[in-house]
């Protein structure tokens, strides 16, 4: 849950995914308030989840429509990617909701798209 500075309610949200869970959480986070964005474009927004491969290694699993260029400077900094998650692959990222409320009390609700009802 969000609060805003003086407590006040910001928004309630979810991600679940086992181990994409918290980086699900700071993705929202980041769109909601560092970005401005509403809720759908937060959810609709393509998702990266740091996993462990073998060990101490790991690899960033990248949801399709990152773009090309998001891609090519992370594996010029060495990150191992796999790029281009989409179809049932995307079950990796998770599911979540988010509702936002306004100042004035309004609230807008999004649900990642494809997931609800599973």
């Known amino acids: 849950m969000l609060t805003r500075a003086d407590g006040s309610l910001l928004a309630p949200f979810g991600v679940m995914g086992g181990f994409m869970q918290p980086q699900g959480h700071v993705q929202v986070v980041v769109g909601l308030l560092d970005d401005g964005l ?3 474009p937060v959810v609709e927004r393509p998702r990266f989840c ?3 491969v073998d060990g101490a290694e ?3 699993n ?3 429509g990152v773009p090309d260029a998001t891609v090519a400077a992370l594996q010029a900094l060495g990150h191992p990617l796999l790029p281009g998650i989409s179809g049932y692959s995307r079950a990796l990222f998770g599911r979540g909701q988010v ?3 306004s100042p004035e009390g309004t609230l807008s609700g999004a649900a990642i798209p494809g997931r609800t009802g599973e």
């Open 38 to 40: 509403d809720p759908q």
């Open 50 to 52: 740091v996993q462990p």
């Open 62 to 64: 990248l949801e399709a």
């Open 58 to 60: 790991s690899r960033v």
């Open 99 to 101: 509702i936002r409320r």
